[in-house]
């Protein structure tokens, strides 16, 4: 019941801009915090960045080019990409953690993943 849906993905060339975003909805749900991951064959799933109660972090990699910002009303999290680079061509995930109303505790919830290709 609970689905996060993506939106940005797709093909950028080096230097160029990306601005992933996603929602996380489904009946009273609340959410404590939001994230980007993101994945390349062979590798674990990694954090980009992520924020929960104005606690932002950011993968080292990515700290200066990327900007994650959150708007808890809505749940949504999106992801400006700056100064892509091929390095950052992966799967992207959206991922959320929290809980509906009858819920006890929270739950870790992702998105289906896009895209993100960063060549010329």
């Known amino acids: 019941q609970v689905q996060l849906v993506e939106s940005g993905g797709g093909l950028v060339q080096p230097g160029g801009s990306l601005r992933l975003s996603c929602v996380a909805s489904?009946?009273?749900?609340?959410?404590?915090?939001m994230g980007w991951y993101r994945q390349v064959p062979g590798k674990q799933r990694e954090l980009v960045a992520s924020?929960?109660?104005?606690?932002?972090n950011y993968a080292d990699a990515v700290k200066g080019r990327f900007t994650i910002s959150r708007d808890n009303a809505k749940n949504t999290v999106d992801l400006q990409m700056n100064s892509l680079k091929p390095e950052d061509t992966a799967v992207y995930y959206c991922?959320?953690?929290?809980?509906?109303?009858?819920?006890?505790?929270?739950?870790?919830?992702w998105g289906q993943g896009t895209q993100v290709t960063v060549s010329s």
């Open positions: 489904g009946s009273s749900l609340r959410v404590a915090g």
């Open positions: 991922n959320a953690v929290g809980r509906t109303t009858w819920d006890t505790y929270l739950r870790n919830y």
């Open positions: 924020i929960n109660s104005g606690d932002i």
